[in-house]
Structure formats: structure tokens, C-alpha cells
């Protein structure tokens, strides 16, 4: 036996060898196109340490920067049917949920409902999922806006609903049609009861969640550059063929002509989003205050 070939040899060659870096440690902003350290992107709440550029955040990654101390309940959405039509294009809608329940960590569709303090006050929280299938709003997304209008009502609360969506989910027909009049009139009630219903516009809000309970609410807030519209731009243009105007059915073009109240940076929504709520649930509080 040869010590040094079969022994010595491997341990120097282990010690000096490069190990691969994993492919996730890195991801490319695709505004800028920097690469981005996967840590760091995920740290500064999944916005771009070069560009500013906002991506799409998951809600289960969304909540612990809003509520105090991170800390809040989750809401289980109520059962309903999973596959109503038993519809089937590629694949089997049930098949097809399954496999976006595999990867929405612990979400059971595209609606996540949790409520706790903020600002030191209870306060109800919506969230649309654009992962789960496009945050689509089927007969689970509706009944889940429900119940979140529901509890807010019970607990006094302010409804703080963040959209993200392609529109109503097509696979469930006109029962996922039915949900727009059933968001809304969930939306009526916290009205009626005077407590705040604010909407926080994400990337992107589009089809039949912006043609409901994501155009009502008392204040409008956006993410900066996200898509709000109905139709998207590409499909405007197409029917209308004229050249849309520049930034068109972007945060910053609705606050301009007026659909949006502020366009806020991730990094600031918490605070903003308490300072509202104090203006809408105690203005004689804010008066007092102004006036000292």
C-alpha cells in the first residue's frame, strides 16, 4: 500500500478542492439585472438592494413585518367544495390544487386571513397569494374574504386587505363569478359597522379582485410599479390598437389621475398603514394632539 498515493494524496486534493456554491444562494432582479445575494433579498423583504425594484412577496413572508413583534393567528379558510365543475383542461383542477398547496407553505389556497395587533391595536389582515395559482379567486378565496370582514366586525377591527391577483379562477366557472357580489357586500358590512376597510395594491391586481373588493376601500395604498387594472395593458392594447401611454395601469400613473391615495415603499407600509388607521379610528385623538 502506497500512503502517500492512497492516503495523503485524497486528503490534500479534499482540502484544496472548490465545493460548487449552491444554485440558490444567488437570484437576478429583473429590472436591473443585478444578482442579488439570496439573504440579503430575502432580509430587505424580497425588495432589490440596487434598484429598489419590488417583487412579488408571499404572504406568510408579508406578515411578520406588519404585525408588532411579528406575531399574529392565522385564520383556517372555511371548507368548501374543492372541485365543484370536476374540470379538467391538462390536468385535474384537484390535481392542479394539490400541487399549489405542495408549495404554498402551509396556505390552503390563495387567500391567507390572520389578525393581531398593530400599532398596539386589533386589526384584521387579507392577503392574496399571486403564487397559488395566480392568486385566483375561487369559491375558497370569497368565503375567505367573508370570514375576514366577519371577524374585523366581531373584534372591532380595521380590514387591511392586500391584493394580488390574475382575476376570478375560471376552473370553478360562475361559482368563482358569484364571489365579486359576495366580496362586496363582506366589504359593505365593515362599512357599516364604521370601522376602516384599507386596500394595499400589489403586483399585480387585475380581473375580476380588482372589479370587486380591491377597488372599495376607504384608502388606497400601492406598491411602487405594480400592475392595477382590469384588462392588462398587452390585452388594452391589442383590442384598442393605439400605443398606451407611457407607465400606463402603473401605481404611480393611478396615484396621478387619481385611483391610488399613496404609492408606499414595502419598508414603510407598516408604519403608514398605523398612522391611517389612527387618523380613521381615533380623529378626535389626532385632533387633540395637533391642537396641544
Not at 439585472?33 to 425588495?47: G, I, K, P, T, Y
Not at 398593530?118 to 395559482?133: C, E, H, S, Y
Not at 391586481?205 to 395604498?221: E, N, P, Q, R, Y
Request: charge should be positive; aromatic fraction near 6%; glycine fraction near 8%.
Amino acid at each position: 500500500m502506497n500512503w502517500l498515493t492512497n492516503f495523503v494524496r485524497p486528503k490534500l486534493r479534499a482540502l484544496v478542492a472548490r465545493k460548487e456554491a449552491p444554485e440558490n444562494l444567488w437570484l437576478k432582479c429583473p429590472k436591473c439585472e443585478q444578482m442579488l445575494f439570496m439573504r440579503d433579498w430575502e432580509a430587505n423583504q424580497e425588495v432589490c438592494t440596487h434598484c429598489g425594484h419590488h417583487m412579488r412577496i408571499r404572504p406568510l413572508k408579508r406578515l411578520p413585518h406588519l404585525f408588532d413583534e411579528g406575531k399574529y393567528e392565522l385564520h383556517p379558510l372555511p371548507r368548501v367544495t374543492t372541485d365543484p365543475l370536476k374540470f379538467r383542461d391538462t390536468e385535474r383542477y384537484e390535481a392542479r390544487l394539490k400541487k399549489a398547496q405542495a408549495k404554498a407553505e402551509g396556505a390552503t389556497d390563495a387567500l391567507v386571513v390572520a389578525s393581531g395587533l398593530m400599532g398596539n391595536r386589533m386589526t384584521v389582515i387579507a392577503a392574496l397569494d399571486f403564487g397559488f395559482m395566480g392568486g385566483s379567486m375561487g369559491t375558497a378565496v370569497g368565503e375567505g374574504l367573508v370570514m375576514a370582514a366577519e371577524l374585523a366586525v366581531a373584534r372591532k377591527a380595521p380590514l387591511i386587505v392586500f391584493s394580488a391577483s390574475g382575476g376570478a379562477r375560471m376552473q370553478e366557472g360562475i361559482l368563482s363569478l358569484m364571489q365579486l357580489t359576495r366580496t362586496t357586500i363582506a366589504v359593505r358590512k365593515v362599512k357599516e359597522a364604521g370601522l376602516p376597510y384599507i386596500v394595499v395594491l400589489t403586483d399585480p391586481t387585475t380581473g375580476g379582485v380588482s372589479a370587486s373588493f380591491a377597488m372599495l376601500g376607504d384608502i388606497h395604498l400601492a406598491e411602487p410599479d405594480a400592475i392595477i387594472g382590469f384588462a392588462g395593458p398587452r390585452v388594452i392594447q391589442d383590442t384598442i390598437r393605439q400605443e398606451l401611454p407611457e407607465g400606463f395601469q402603473r401605481s404611480e400613473y393611478l396615484l396621478e389621475h387619481g385611483m391610488v391615495d399613496a404609492v408606499v415603499h414595502r419598508h414603510k407600509l407598516r408604519e403608514t398603514l398605523i398612522r391611517v388607521i389612527t387618523l380613521l379610528m381615533d380623529p378626535l385623538v389626532v385632533e387633540s394632539v395637533a391642537a396641544g
